[in-house]
């Protein structure tokens, strides 16, 4: 494992300024975070769920919670990373690192590789108690100044995702023309099913950029700010992702089935979904306050090893659809309510 993004701040004294500079460097928006480990707490996936809290997600309370997937260590850890590629962290900095166990650091360790962060660890007692798998961290430093200079130095990956600037929506009657070219625009790939032959194999659906070539895509519908900050709360970016893409296009949830890594552009700014024998298979504009959660919904897909042929909303639309329905019903105002016969209970 390699060790060259990991820094220990050694603080043997316990000075409240090595505290105060960590917690007053949360910035997320700049590429910085600050996870405060919950004192106490038993949950296996606990130190998972604070990180996910710094990146600015919700876990919805009680015992029977639509998120209680998330009690998985390894899904919450994978949900961790995700976010933190999707949203362009690029430093994560973790106080009172001596009182994690050895299997929460192990768990940090392997988050660091996922993601290829940046992770700096206060360790603040004596250095003599550093487990086996940080005392192998060659960078260790002490004293203010160098904490300072630490906090001022650029992390590995860029502070910002690559989200340039979506093109302005069109509305009214602008937004109905593009709609009614895109629907009677031939798909591109041979997507026409109509004219194949029985037993024959059609051609691959082209995906989102290749598309985007050819036709101009429907802009997003508008949905109130209150509910874009209710999806970008959502912990896990499958759901975030599928809810977010329903609530900007209005499509049927079966429409999100076939839709790949590849029907996302690049830079996240449309999402082509796939009707039945992609006789139609319309190009969206993606708004600006959803694309942080499709690309988290991407990330996660590529954290896997998952190829971009392969569906990237597939797997909560089957073992988690419970969830996906609950979470759905969190969310009156957008009218989210899916039928149980489109999901695998």
Same mark, same amino acid.
């Given at each position: 494992?390699?060790?060259?993004? /990991?820094?220990?701040?050694?603080? %043997?004294?316990?000075?409240?300024?090595?505290?105060?500079?960590?917690?007053?460097?949360?910035?997320?928006?700049?590429?910085r975070?600050?996870?405060?480990?919950?004192? #106490?707490?038993?949950?296996?996936?606990?130190?998972?769920?604070d990180?996910?809290? *710094?990146?600015? &997600?919700?876990?919805?309370?009680g015992?029977?919670?639509?998120?209680?997937?998330?009690?998985?260590?390894?899904?919450?850890?994978?949900?961790? +990373?995700?976010?933190? /590629?999707?949203?362009?962290?690029?430093?994560?900095?973790?106080?009172? +690192?001596?009182?994690?166990?050895?299997?929460?650091?192990?768990?940090?360790?392997?988050?660091?590789?996922?993601?290829?962060?940046?992770?700096?660890?206060?360790?603040?007692? @004596?250095?003599?108690?550093?487990?086996?798998?940080?005392? =192998?961290?060659? =960078?260790?430093?002490?004293?203010?100044?160098?904490?300072?200079?630490?906090?001022? %130095?650029?992390? @590995?990956?860029?502070?910002?995702?690559?989200f340039? @600037? +979506?093109?302005?929506? &069109?509305t009214?009657a602008? $937004?109905?023309?593009?709609?009614?070219?895109q629907?009677? #625009?031939?798909? @591109?790939?041979?997507?026409?099913? $109509?004219?194949?032959?029985?037993?024959?194999?059609?051609?691959?659906?082209? !995906?989102?950029?290749?598309? $985007?070539?050819?036709?101009?895509?429907?802009?997003?519908?508008?949905?109130?700010? %209150?509910?874009?900050a209710?999806?970008? *709360?959502?912990?896990?970016?499958?759901?975030?992702?599928?809810?977010?893409?329903?609530?900007?296009?209005? +499509?049927?949830?079966?429409?999100?089935?076939?839709?790949?890594?590849?029907?996302?552009?690049?830079?996240?700014?449309?999402? &082509?979904?796939?009707?039945v024998?992609?006789?139609?298979?319309?190009?969206?504009?993606?708004?600006?306050?959803? =694309?942080?959660?499709?690309? !988290?919904?991407?990330?996660h897909? =590529?954290?896997?090893?998952?190829?971009?042929?392969d569906?990237?909303?597939?797997?909560?639309?089957?073992? %988690?659809?419970?969830?996906?329905?609950?979470?759905a !019903?969190?969310?009156?105002?957008?009218?989210?309510?899916?039928? *149980?016969?489109?999901?695998?209970?």
């Amino acid at each position: 494992m390699a060790y060259s993004d /990991v820094t220990i701040v050694v603080d %043997e004294q316990d000075d409240l300024f090595y505290t105060r500079a960590a917690l007053q460097a949360h910035q997320p928006g700049e590429g910085r975070i600050t996870v405060q480990p919950t004192p #106490a707490s038993g949950s296996p996936a606990a130190l998972a769920h604070d990180m996910l809290y *710094a990146l600015g &997600k919700r876990l919805a309370p009680g015992p029977h919670s639509p998120d209680v997937w998330l009690d998985s260590v390894n899904t919450a850890w994978l949900a961790a +990373a995700a976010w933190t /590629v999707a949203t362009g962290v690029r430093h994560v900095l973790v106080p009172r +690192a001596h009182l994690l166990t050895i299997r929460r650091i192990d768990q940090l360790l392997a988050w660091r590789e996922m993601t290829g962060a940046q992770l700096t660890l206060l360790w603040q007692k @004596p250095p003599r108690g550093l487990p086996p798998a940080l005392a =192998r961290v060659e =960078r260790r430093i002490s004293g203010r100044d160098q904490f300072k200079a630490l906090l001022a %130095e650029p992390g @590995p990956i860029p502070a910002h995702p690559s989200f340039p @600037p +979506a093109p302005p929506a &069109k509305t009214g009657a602008a $937004a109905t023309a593009v709609a009614a070219r895109q629907s009677a #625009a031939p798909q @591109p790939g041979g997507t026409e099913a $109509a004219s194949m032959r029985p037993g024959q194999r059609g051609h691959p659906c082209a !995906g989102a950029l290749a598309t $985007a070539q050819l036709i101009q895509a429907a802009p997003g519908i508008e949905i109130a700010s %209150e509910e874009a900050a209710a999806l970008a *709360a959502l912990a896990h970016p499958l759901i975030a992702g599928t809810l977010s893409v329903l609530a900007f296009t209005r +499509a049927g949830l079966g429409s999100l089935r076939f839709t790949r890594d590849l029907d996302i552009t690049g830079d996240v700014s449309a999402v &082509k979904l796939h009707g039945v024998g992609h006789r139609h298979c319309p190009l969206h504009a993606v708004p600006a306050w959803a =694309r942080p959660l499709l690309a !988290g919904t991407r990330a996660h897909h =590529r954290l896997t090893g998952r190829p971009p042929g392969d569906s990237v909303f597939a797997p909560v639309m089957l073992a %988690e659809a419970r969830h996906l329905r609950a979470h759905a !019903g969190r969310l009156p105002r957008l009218d989210l309510s899916l039928p *149980a016969g489109a999901l695998v209970p």
